[in-house]
């Protein structure tokens, strides 16, 4: 089946600090990738969605600037969180389609961001 | 507006069965997703409905009625690993998931 590798699991980083998450699509090409955040015991959040080649779309709220997004190819997007601070600490999930409009989207093992 | 409705939490008991219902209303519709997620893990992908009835898989099925706008998903022969959050999110007419935020579901022995 469909893989989506993230990584790293968990990070702590010093406030100020910039983190970058990875996340890979392994056995398919991935066009688009979208990023989530997740607060304890909330549902999901769109942060932003990435596409190959292109400007990542950022959802309303979400600062573009400490944020940034790079899918420089169909099986890599990165998220990363600039100067970091300790309300960023969260819960950070990618997710890829296999491909077509209905089909389902397979998710990354998420990333554990501890700022402090 | 776009919104989806799932309750909050439900309690069930090992070895019975149980029923998660969403309610969604969204600009067009292109399918209804059913995702499992236990504490502090990324979401799995259990069930994708596009037209009416009930699709089943093993222990899980998901239904769909689209004039109702209305789903469920029916997990039987409860375990204790089932205990987790069930995700609704439908797919609007520019195939953008809305996400329900989630029913935990408790099991008890």
């Known amino acids: 089946g469909a893989v989506v590798s993230q990584h790293p699991s968990w990070v702590i980083c010093k406030s100020g600090t910039s983190v970058k998450i990875e996340c890979r699509s392994l056995d398919f090409q991935a066009t688009t990738m979208f990023w989530y955040r997740q607060f304890p015991k909330q549902s999901l959040m769109l942060m932003a969605t990435?596409?190959?080649?292109?400007?990542?779309?950022?959802e309303q709220g979400v600062e573009k600037d400490k944020f940034l997004i790079n899918h420089a190819s169909l099986t890599l997007s990165t998220l990363t969180v600039t100067s970091a601070h300790p309300e960023d600490s969260s819960f950070y999930i990618c997710?890829?389609?296999?491909?077509?409009?209905?089909?389902?989207?397979?998710f990354g093992n998420g990333t554990r961001l501890t700022v402090t | 507006g776009q919104n989806i409705d799932q309750p909050t939490e439900m309690t069930a008991t090992e070895g019975a069965i149980v029923q998660i219902n969403c309610t969604y209303q969204?600009?067009?519709?292109?399918?209804l997703f059913w995702y499992q997620q236990h504490a502090g893990e990324a979401p799995t992908f259990l069930s994708y409905n596009v037209l009416d009835g009930l699709e089943e898989k093993g222990r899980f099925s998901s239904f769909l009625s689209r004039s109702k706008g209305y789903s469920y998903l029916l997990l039987k022969e409860l375990q204790m690993k089932d205990s987790a959050s069930y995700l609704c999110a439908a797919l609007d007419s520019n195939y953008q998931l809305i996400w329900g935020a989630g029913t935990k579901l408790i099991i008890k022995p």
């Open positions: 969204t600009s067009g519709f292109n399918g």
């Open positions: 997710s890829a389609g296999t491909g077509g409009d209905n089909s389902p989207l397979h």
């Open positions: 990435s596409n190959e080649g292109s400007k990542a779309t950022y």
